[in-house]
């Protein structure tokens, strides 16, 4: 079930809360002025001359843009009489923010406030309502699933702006683009309030806007007939979500096992080249010399034969046997170098087969990647559908249900 029927629901039950928002928008002082409401220095060290005990806040704030709170941060006391639990929480819903990082902070977050919180505080600057919100809203929606829009209450920091501008927050979200207004009135169903979280702790104004705040919580739990959002429903979303990334990181391992397989490939038909051409550069060298060794050989028999013959036969016969000698000779030579043409043609042409096996590997490479990205995509696209169709039947069934129960 994405919400829970609590009847039970009594003005002494802990009140959980979890804020959220993007970073500097004043989540963490927030926590602070609701934490400070009761505070009140024992009068023995109040006055002039004595030691003024200071409010320790519980959360740390900076005015810096970097976040400061890094993970969910849970603090629980009694405030004008209530007992309440408010997890701070990082810059959830940054662009800056790894995706995969927000879930792992809203998956732990929501483990402090078990079984789930009475309301989603989404803390928006007042001058800051801006597109970014829109898209962090549809952000936590992902995140939380998109009922959990019932559950959020929109606190805008920054009401001393307000006063200084003699304005009210009612005049402020009146001047707001169509879209903002709609997710404050209808979405949220007008659940919002203005603070100025720069009233002293303790102070009548911190206490009088703490006092509205716990009305605000009230309304909304009244709002969800006491229903509060449960962590079944973030724990679905996150198993898809999961399920989804290890999938992936499975489709990668596979394609980067196929990619150095193609790489071996490839190597291994480089090396033999190499191997190819170191041969057939052995047996030409060799060529070379073997027909230098019979050249050589040829013109020592000549000459033997020509003394052998000595007197015996006349200048002109000499010359007859050497030319026909050196005819002998050149028809040898003349051979040899066909046969190496030949050779040269055949080792040209096993190349020129590498080459084309190695155009292959390369094409079935790219048709690989190709394929892999589109079947990402695909995936994503299927996973988002599948999320949205898990909300819908689970909004759908939370609607039965309660109906059943009214
Ligand atoms: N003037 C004014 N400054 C505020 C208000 N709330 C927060 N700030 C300032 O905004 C800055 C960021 O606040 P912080 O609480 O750290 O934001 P977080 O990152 O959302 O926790 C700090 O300098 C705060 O003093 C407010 O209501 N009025
Ligand atoms: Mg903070």
Redesign the pocket.
């Known amino acids: 079930m994405f919400a829970t029927f609590c009847p039970s629901f009594t003005d002494n039950e802990e009140l959980r809360l979890v804020m959220v ?10 926590g602070n002025s609701i934490f400070g409401a009761d505070f009140a220095p024992p009068k023995s060290e109040e006055g002039e001359g004595g030691i003024i005990k200071k409010f320790m806040r519980p ?1 740390v ?3 810096s843009s970097q ?3 890094k993970t969910c941060r849970p603090v629980t006391t009694e405030v004008l009489g209530r007992r309440i639990t408010v997890v ?1 929480t990082p ?1 959830f819903f940054d662009t800056k923010i790894p995706y995969w990082d927000t879930v792992r902070e809203v998956s732990r977050c929501c483990l402090y406030v078990e079984p789930g919180p009475h309301a989603i505080l989404l ?1 928006i ?1 007042i001058g800051r309502m801006t597109e970014e919100v829109i898209r962090s809203i549809g952000t936590m929606k992902m995140v939380f699933g998109s009922d959990c829009i019932n559950y959020v209450c929109i606190i805008f ?5 307000l006063m200084r501008d003699e304005s009210t927050i009612e005049e402020y979200i009146g001047d707001l683009d169509d879209k903002f207004k709609a997710l404050i009135n209808i979405e949220c169903k007008l659940r919002f309030l203005a ?4 009233h002293k702790a303790g102070s009548k104004e911190n206490k009088e806007q703490v006092r509205k705040f716990l009305e605000l919580i009230d309304r909304t739990i009244s709002d969800n007939k006491g229903k509060y959002y449960t962590n079944s429903m973030l724990e679905k979303a996150s198993k898809i979500m999961y399920k989804d990334k290890e999938k992936k990181e499975r489709e990668e391992k596979e394609h980067k096992n196929k990619l150095q397989e193609l790489q071996n490939n490839e190597k291994k038909l480089q090396d033999e080249m190499v191997q190819l051409r170191k041969a057939r550069e052995e047996d030409l060298q060799r060529e070379k010399e073997e027909a230098k060794e019979r050249e050589l050989r040829m013109k020592e028999e000549t000459e033997k034969k020509i003394l052998e013959m000595g007197s015996k036969v006349s200048e002109l016969e000499k010359q007859h046997i050497l030319n026909q000698e050196k005819l002998q000779f050149e028809r040898q030579v003349h051979e040899s170098q066909k046969a190496a043409a030949a050779a040269e043609e055949k080792h040209r042409q096993e190349l020129e087969m590498m080459m084309s096996k190695m155009r292959i590997v390369e094409a079935e490479q790219r048709n690989r990647e190709r394929a892999f990205a589109e079947h990402a995509n695909r995936n994503r696209e299927v996973t988002e559908l599948q999320m949205q169709l898990l909300r819908k039947e689970m909004a759908e069934r939370d609607r039965e249900s309660s109906c059943s129960v009214m």
């Not at 928002?21 to 927030?30: I, W």
């Not at 603070?195 to 720069?198: I, L, R, S, V, Y």
């Open positions: 928002g993007m970073t500097g928008v004043g989540k963490s002082s927030l959360f704030s900076k005015s976040s400061v709170t701070d810059g803390v600057k920091t920054g009401a001393d702006d603070f100025n979280n720069t």
